[in-house]
């Protein structure tokens, strides 16, 4: 089983950043996908970004030059930070693990952007 746990979801203005960062633990194995999704209120779940174990990274069109991923392969974690955040970032954004054949999720932190 893999556990993930998120962090560093706040509130903050428009134009302000936030860092996610999202710990794996449990029976982690070294070749897999690590990626952040948001859901916002009456919305399905989308991708944000995700990045290989090698570090080839995705990012959905709408953050594209905003967001960035990345991660430490040493402390099983991945982080997202967020720039220039605009009030339709507002969401749960959730960390994902793809390993073996299965998705794993995180619990979800809260983003919200408003002045």
């Known amino acids: 089983q893999v556990q993930l746990v998120e962090s560093g979801g706040d509130l903050v203005q428009p134009g302000g950043s936030l860092r996610l960062s999202c710990a794996a633990s449990?029976?982690?194995?070294?070749?897999?996908?690590m990626g952040w999704y948001r859901q916002a209120p009456g919305k399905e779940r989308e991708l944000v970004a995700h990045i290989t174990n090698t570090g080839y990274a995705n990012y959905a069109d709408s953050v594209k030059g905003r967001f960035t991923i990345s991660r430490d392969n040493a402390k099983n974690t991945v982080y997202l930070q967020m720039n220039s955040l605009k009030p339709e970032d507002t969401a749960v954004y959730y960390c994902n693990r793809r390993q073996d054949g299965n998705h794993y999720w995180g619990q979800g932190t809260q983003v919200t952007v408003s002045s």
């Open positions: 449990g029976r982690l194995f070294s070749i897999n996908v």
